[in-house]
């Protein structure tokens, strides 16, 4: 069992639509981070979170450290949020997840 | 700033041929990351430092893989000799302290490396 696993491994969205992509993890960890990965490649870092919420513009990351479950959401999804989305947690080491892989159509 | 800068972009070499990554990271952080992408294991932490001190290099698949920070500003991943099983997409990132809950990771556009 992955120590970090995500949900779905592939998401398809009409545009518009509230997206949610699921990670749940299964060791002890200090942090939480959510990156998005563009089609062309480059990594962005979108959130890091030990606890409670973050928003930025129309992403909120959530986090049940209880739980060990961390939840991303897209609100008024649009194609240019197109993209894979890894969850990664910080315990001792920094340990991914394999990544959603999400599309929006137009 | 200009971000994290690598280099080349694109690599592809002949196996056993030596191969040398380069990374500059955003000025005033001081850890390095660097990680490995391949479609079978995902995105891996291979070695980090701080203060140009290698930390943890547990991540760092066999001898033939080693790196280097000899200041600041310069970090090199080094494959020597290299192998097709080493085709990956190589990622090199900078953060302002070193722990990874403190502190968010800025990523640099990474190297293609292909080895034939």
């Known amino acids: 069992k992955n120590e970090v696993e995500q949900s779905p491994q592939n998401l398809t969205a009409q545009e518009g639509e509230f997206i949610t992509i699921n990670c749940s993890y299964s060791?002890?960890?200090?942090?939480l981070h959510w990156l998005q990965q563009h089609p062309g490649g480059g990594i962005v870092s979108l959130f890091m979170l030990s606890s409670g919420k973050k928003k930025h513009g129309r992403l909120i990351a959530t986090i049940n450290i209880q739980e060990k479950h961390s939840s991303l959401h897209i609100t008024a999804s649009h194609p240019r949020d197109s993209a894979v989305y890894i969850c990664?947690?910080?315990?001792?080491?920094?340990?991914f997840g394999e990544g959603t892989q999400l599309t929006v159509n137009p | 700033d200009a971000g994290v800068i690598q280099s080349p972009r694109h690599e592809v070499t002949e196996m056993g041929q030596e191969v040398t990554l380069r990374c500059k990271p955003i000025?005033?952080?001081?850890?390095l990351f660097w990680y490995r992408q391949t479609m079978m294991r995902g995105l891996e932490l291979l070695i980090y430092?701080?203060?140009?001190?290698?930390?943890?290099d547990s991540g760092m698949p066999e001898d033939r893989f080693s790196a280097k920070m000899p200041n600041a500003s310069f970090s090199t991943l080094k494959i020597q000799p290299s192998e097709p099983r080493d085709s990956a997409v190589y990622f090199c990132?900078?953060?302002?302290?070193?722990?990874?809950?403190?502190?968010?990771?800025?990523f640099g556009p990474g190297t293609r490396l292909t080895v034939t």
């Open positions: 990132a900078s953060s302002l302290g070193l722990a990874a809950d403190s502190y968010e990771q800025y």
């Open positions: 000025s005033g952080h001081n850890s």
């Open positions: 990664a947690v910080s315990g001792s080491r920094l340990t």
């Open positions: 060791v002890g960890i200090s942090a």
């Open positions: 430092f701080n203060n140009n001190v290698p930390i943890d």
